[in-house]
């Protein structure tokens, strides 16, 4: 079991937005910065947001992330069928004393 | 640019010692961020193991801490995994990775394609 709780899945049309949940606790995403990750088929991750919100150089702002309470969200919009990967969410857990993830969200474009 | 790559045997016998080498170029370890080391066992998902700050001080999953040794070597601009006892549950995709953060790590904002270890007599 994950320490990050995601959905397995979510599916879109091109062109359409979607959303993947990130849920935690006050002992990591409550009181820690999240990042989010893109794994590609048979790739390494990938950083796409880092600090809640913020995007690497490079990274479309087709790609959003937020924050609230201990919860986080990641956004993509005008979805393309070189969106499908796995996402991944991460943070700090300050009772763990670890960097941990999610499970995972599975994101397929209809 | 920073890239690192991943070294090191692909079969790694049960009970034995798993070594990994992660070679970076484009950057100076010495000159700061974390270095360190993400699992993904086969169609899984990631799982961090741990991290050594340029000046030597580490940070371990609990999880794995009673196994795992990262080293740092400047001269070679490299950085080491050592992970002893594995069992079958260690076979995985084994990224290593370069972390930004302050006190702890945040995030892993470059990594290596990633090398593969099977664990098996």
């Known amino acids: 079991q994950s320490v990050l709780t995601q959905p397995p899945s979510v599916s879109a049309a091109p062109g359409q937005k979607v959303t993947i949940s990130c849920s935690g606790s006050?002992?990591?995403?409550?009181?820690?910065?999240v990042s989010w990750y893109q794994q590609l088929p048979g790739t390494a991750p990938k950083l796409l947001i880092y600090?809640?919100?913020k995007r690497p150089s490079g990274i479309p702002d087709r790609f959003s992330g937020s924050k609230s309470a201990t919860s986080a969200t990641l956004g993509i919009t005008g979805l393309q069928t070189g969106d499908e990967a796995d996402y991944y969410c991460g943070t700090w857990d300050s009772s763990l004393s670890a960097l941990v993830f999610g499970g995972g969200t599975k994101l397929t474009v209809l | 640019q920073v890239q690192l790559r991943e070294s090191g045997p692909g079969l790694v016998k049960p009970s034995e010692t798993l070594s990994l080498t992660c070679a970076v170029s484009?950057?100076?370890?010495?000159?700061?961020?974390?270095w360190g080391w993400i699992r993904q066992p086969p169609g899984k998902g990631l799982e961090w193991i741990g991290n050594i700050y340029h000046s030597g001080s580490t940070y371990y999953n609990p999880s794995l801490k009673s196994r795992v040794t990262i080293s740092v070597d400047t001269s070679e601009n490299q950085f080491s995994l050592k992970l002893s006892s594995v069992t079958a549950a260690d076979t995985a995709v084994y990224y290593c990775a370069r972390l930004e953060g302050t006190y702890h790590p945040y995030y892993m904002d470059v990594w290596g394609k990633g090398t593969t270890v099977t664990v098996s007599s």
């Open positions: 600090d809640n919100n």
């Open positions: 006050s002992s990591n995403i409550g009181n820690n910065y």
């Open positions: 484009g950057y100076s370890i010495s000159s700061g961020y974390f």
